[in-house]
């Protein structure tokens, strides 16, 4: 697909424009576009930008939220899509996704979910604001074989590093992997709470979880 495709659908989710943004996914979908370029050339892009003015006071939060809409209607049929495309039967591996306690965002750790599923991983998403003992729970529970945590705030960041904490505590860091991700996130802070790496977007995400469970 063009280059207008993509910039066509960044506009819709800037515009918060649903009804437009859903008819190019379908349109994408039927014509066979890659449904995580969609995410990641269009809709991200668009989501991107009304961030950034929102950060810079241009626009405010009723319209991020109706972005923000748009674009989880939009992923929504893409993660379904993405997820369906995934070829191999055989698991590589238990992973329980979350975003930490504090943190209500969710589209992009769904997103990578997603593209983990469709790779081959088996993932438990345990859903947003999430707290450290339900981490520890839901690893113990489902036997994971990795741990990911996202976050977009600056804030809750220091949860991540108290999960690992709590991991420790509890004899599950030589068992389990852990990886972290989100905006914030940077390779530093990584190294700082002791995660075994991060993830920069869904497809660094599927190579490090492969690199950490011995998959490469
Ligand atoms: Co919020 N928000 N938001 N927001 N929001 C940000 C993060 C912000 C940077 C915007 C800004 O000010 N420029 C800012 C954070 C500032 C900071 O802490 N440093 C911010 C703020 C301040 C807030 C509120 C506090 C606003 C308020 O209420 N005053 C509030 C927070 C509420 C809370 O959580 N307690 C809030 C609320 C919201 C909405 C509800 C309106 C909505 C979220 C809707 C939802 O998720 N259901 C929203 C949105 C949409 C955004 C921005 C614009 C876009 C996030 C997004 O969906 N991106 C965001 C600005 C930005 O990111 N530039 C912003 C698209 C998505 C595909 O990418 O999530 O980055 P991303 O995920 C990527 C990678 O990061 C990576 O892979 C993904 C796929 O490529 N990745 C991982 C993510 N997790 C990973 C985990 C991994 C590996 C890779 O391994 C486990």
Redesign the pocket.
Known sequence: MDRDYFDALAQTVIDGDVEECLKLVNRGIENGVDPVET??KGL?RG??K???D??AGNVF?PE??M??DV??QATTILDKEIKSEGTSRKTLGKIV?GTVK????????S??AAVLQANGFDVVDIGTDVAVEEFIKSVKENEADCL???T????PLQVMGEVIQKMDEEGLRGKVKV??????VTQEFADEIGADAV????A??VIKVRALLSHD
């Not at 977009?152 to 804030?155: F, I, M, P």
């Not at 993830?199 to 869904?202: H, K, N, T």
């Open positions: 995410i990641e991200a989501i991107k009304v961030g950034d929102f950060g939060l991020l939220i972005a923000a674009m989880q996704i504090g943190d209500i965002h969710d589209i992009g750790k997103v990578v990911g945590m996202s977009l705030l600056t804030l990886i972290v991700g989100g905006c914030p993830g920069f977007d869904a660094d995400a």
